[in-house]
Each structure stands twice: as structure tokens, then as C-alpha cells.
């Protein structure tokens, strides 16, 4: 086998060389430029600049006027009424007797006033009191217990009490009515049953 030529293989690569240099050249004999490249930068995300809301005015608060604002005032009202001087007085004074309790050696019943009519009126003092059976007084009046005698205002459909106590150290018979006179005249008869020992009535006072 023939060995390569030196020279041919050297002339191989000038013509090699020869042909790029041809290649980069037009036919107007002007070198071609490389196309270039354009390298297009990566676009930074873009923040948006922040919306400001201008803050919604808050209406400004202004005291209303009395004029603006209806005020409701409740009638003043008074511990104790007024009477006038009206006296309480049948028939417009309603009495009834209801049995109490019971203390040692006592029976106990309250004597209610109340004042049936359209204004208030006072009583003051002690109202009489005596028990009846059958029609007949049994045993003696009412005697008087010690207290603060003072007038009593009672309103319109109000009341006010007295106090009546009677002994049971005695065998009498048990009443069936008990005949209260009030302070301005006048009696009324209630049922009430209790031994006619002797009794005793305090001053008229306010309902408890």
C-alpha cells in the first residue's frame, strides 16, 4: 500500500480554508455579516404602585339640640299623696276584717280600709270595734293599744289597716260578726269568728 503524501494532505487543508473564506463572501464581494443575536432582557415582574384609597369622611357627630331629640319625661310622682284634707268616709270607704295569726295567749285579725274613691283621703286615729253573735254584742268595745297615732293618705284604690287583738284566757262563745266603726262616722258589720274575750285595736297605719 502507498503511503500518504505529505503534501496533499496539507494542501487538503488549505483548500479547506480557502472554500470557508469564499463561502463568507457575497457575490458583490462584500463580507456577510453574522447574523446578530439580539438578546432581549427578562422583563422584571412590575409591582403596582400601591392604590391609595382616600379614607371615607366620617360625617362629624354634633349634639343635638333639646329640639332634636324628643325627650319623654314621667310625671313626677310623690311618695306620699295629697288628700286636701279629704276625710275618708262611708260609703266610699270600703272595710273588711280577715283572721291573722296567732301570738301566745292571742288571736290576731286586720281591719283593712280601702278607699273606693276617684282622689285620695286621709284617716287618722282609732276606728271602734265590737263583736257580735247572733245579732247581739258580745263581750265589751275594743279597748285602745298604745301607738303612733299619725294621719294616713290613702290613694285612689289604696288601703290602710288597723290591728285588732283578742285574749283566749277566757271561755266566751265565738262571734260571727264584728261591728267596725271608721273615724268619720258610720259602721259596717264584717264576718269574723273569734272568742269574745277582751279585745283591743291598734291606730289606723299604712297597709304593710
Known sequence: ???????????????????????????????TSAPSTVVTPTQQPTTPAPTSTAPTPTPATTSASPSDT???????????????????????????????????????????????????CDLSGYAGAVLQRNGRTLGQPAGRDKGKVATVTIPAGGTAQAMLSVSTSCQAQLSDKVRITPPGGGYVDAPLALRGCPMTIGPIEPSQ
Open 1 to 31: 500500500m502507498r503511503a500518504a503524501r505529505p503534501w496533499a494532505v496539507v494542501g487538503g487543508i488549505a483548500m479547506a480554508v480557502t472554500l470557508a473564506a469564499c463561502s463568507g463572501s457575497t457575490s458583490s464581494g462584500q463580507p
Open 70 to 120: 324628643p325627650t319623654t319625661s314621667a310625671p313626677p310622682t310623690s311618695a306620699t299623696p295629697t288628700s286636701d284634707g279629704n276625710e275618708c268616709s262611708l260609703p266610699t270607704l270600703g272595710v273588711s276584717v280577715q283572721r291573722g295569726g296567732a301570738s301566745l295567749g292571742h288571736e290576731i285579725a286586720i281591719v283593712q280600709f280601702t278607699n273606693n274613691g276617684n282622689s285620695a
